[in-house]
């Protein structure tokens, strides 16, 4: 092959590296060169001692952290703001106010008359509903009575919770009808919205 | 508009703002802050754009076609208020314009039986909603005299209310004889007990 694999290479180093055996052995990196007399006293004690001074600097660190974590931790999480109670503030210029004139006598008496008007259709529209919702339950309950009359079984199959009504969906109504053939107009839509995380 | 409680809007200012521009222009002829080569869209044009936009688009009428011939078996007539399945049923010897309904055959939930009724009439792969397992009303009458036996003395119909989720009829097997109506229109097909009886649970 072309190309000599590096792991030969540093095989081929190694066995030349033994060669001198009068050499003493490269142990610490204390040792710059390998004949060269031993320039720097390796020391043994000193790197013990660093070591213990760095373990117990790095100790002394990681609790300093832990310690601030707790302090962090025990103090109340930072209420996330709602984005809808508070009014940006450019919207509180003055130059935003509008004018516009004063109501005028007729106005306000007409909107009165159609307040009343629209609370009394309201009240009949409700009035309506619950009693439509009243002879609803009327009827189920007699079909109910009639069925047990007919046969337990049955009756206590039809009053069984159904599991797969809620959640229910259905389509809102819709002024016009949907158009047959009509091709909505594709938009991207980007989700600005901010994230909190407490 | 909201006018009174109010305050003017982004778009609104930037309307005002660019009146008071062109006034300030005209009065004081030809004093061009800016350079005549830039072409600048102002709100009111964009305001025009969108009103002509507006006036172009053709919204699908409310009252269809089905609506004008009084065809009363098409699904598409009266698109504001509910409609009913009105079939015509052999009950007995009589031939009666009735809430499609299916006997009971024992060993089956009463739920079970009202949407084999609806597959019946309506095809095998329907795509309704059934409202619960409770009926919701309850019609009960004698037979005639003639087909009485000691045990059959009568029959008792029950309703169940079920939606529509589809309105793609295509592969039903409909008889000629259905109809699609609303509350109102029931009163004309169907006889006056069971009208009446069915008007208690239908709403609208």
Redesign the interface.
Same mark, same amino acid.
Request: net charge positive; proline share 9%.
């Given at each position: 092959s072309k190309s000599v694999s590096p792991r030969a290479l540093c095989s081929f180093f190694f066995f030349s590296s033994w060669l001198p055996q009068a050499v003493p052995f490269r142990g610490s990196h204390w040792q710059t060169s390998l004949l060269a007399f031993r320039a720097s006293l390796p020391v043994r004690a000193q790197p013990k001692k660093k070591k213990k001074v760095d373990v117990r600097r790095e100790q002394a660190q990681k609790d300093r952290m832990k310690k601030k974590i707790k302090k962090l931790e025990k103090a109340a999480p930072e209420m996330i703001p709602i984005e809808d109670f508070i009014t940006p503030l450019k919207?509180s210029d003055s130059?935003?106010?509008?004018s516009?004139p004063p109501l005028s006598f007729e106005e306000s008496e007409r909107r009165v008359l159609l307040m009343k008007k629209w609370c009394l259709f309201k009240q009949k529209q409700d009035k309506a509903e619950k009693k439509?919702i009243q002879?609803?339950v009327?009827?189920?309950q007699?079909? &109910?009575k009639? &069925?047990r009359l007919?046969s337990e079984e &049955?009756y206590q199959?039809?009053?069984?919770?159904?599991e797969g009504?809620f959640p229910?969906q259905?389509d809102g109504?819709n002024?016009?009808?949907? &158009?047959?053939g009509y091709d909505a107009p594709e938009g991207k839509c980007i989700d600005i919205t901010k994230v909190y995380t407490q | 508009i909201e006018?009174?409680k109010?305050?003017?809007s982004d778009h609104e200012?930037r309307k005002l703002e660019e009146e008071e521009q062109l006034r300030r222009r005209k009065e004081s002829l030809y004093d061009d802050d800016e350079a005549p080569g830039k072409t600048v869209i102002m709100a009111q044009d964009l305001e025009d754009k969108w009103e002509q936009k507006l006036l172009r688009f053709e919204?699908?009428?409310?009252i269809?076609d089905a609506d004008k011939n009084n065809d009363r078996t098409s699904l598409n007539r009266k698109?504001?208020s509910n409609l009913m399945l009105l079939v015509k049923q052999k009950i007995g010897n009589q031939e009666l314009w009735l809430l499609p309904q299916a006997e009971w055959q024992p060993g089956e939930?009463?739920?079970s039986t009202a949407e084999r009724a609806m597959a019946t009439f309506l095809g095998d792969h329907i795509q309704a909603?059934?409202?619960?397992?409770?009926?919701?009303?309850?019609y009960?009458y004698k037979f005639p005299r003639a087909i009485r036996t000691e045990d059959n003395v009568g029959a008792?119909v029950?309703?169940f209310k079920a939606?529509l989720q589809s309105s793609d009829l295509s592969q039903a097997e409909l008889k000629e004889d259905y109809l699609w109506v609303t509350k109102d229109e029931l009163g004309d097909y169907l006889k006056l007990e069971y009208l009446k009886?069915v008007n208690?649970?239908l709403?609208d």
């Open positions: 919207y130059n935003r106010v509008r516009l439509a002879t609803l009327e009827a189920q007699e079909a &109910l009639e &069925l007919e &049955l199959a039809a009053i069984r919770r159904d009504l229910f259905r109504p002024y016009t009808p949907p &158009l047959p | 006018l009174e109010s305050h003017y200012i919204a699908a009428p409310r269809t698109l504001d939930t009463l739920r909603k059934t409202l619960g397992n409770a009926p919701y009303g309850i009960k008792k029950f309703f939606f009886k208690r649970f709403l």
